[in-house]
């Protein structure tokens, strides 16, 4: 894991345990096919220096919708 990239994204989400979620759920994306929203720096970057990148550059939000329950454990997150 690139430090800077971790840094910078820190910078941009200051929750962590909300951007752990971000990346983890992005790197699974990634995993999984989906591009990159940004331009890997060389063909052997990891999924999550991808990830960290994307949160740093402001190509990934996130939004939490309330449930009708309106419970927090029933909150969805979602990485756009």
């Given amino acids: 894991m690139n430090v800077t990239y971790l840094d910078r994204a820190k910078n ?15 790197v ?3 995993n999984n096919g989906q591009r990159p ?3 890997p720096l060389h063909t052997h970057q990891s999924n999550l220096d991808i990830a960290l990148m994307e949160i740093a550059e402001g190509k ?6 309330a449930s009708t329950q309106n ?9 756009l």
């Fill in 12 to 26: 941009r989400i200051e929750n962590i345990p909300l951007l752990i979620n971000m990346v983890s759920r992005r």
């Fill in 28 to 30: 699974r994306q990634l």
């Fill in 37 to 39: 929203l940004v331009k």
């Fill in 60 to 65: 990934l939000t996130v939004e939490f919708t």
């Fill in 71 to 79: 419970s927090p454990a029933s909150d969805n997150l979602i990485a």
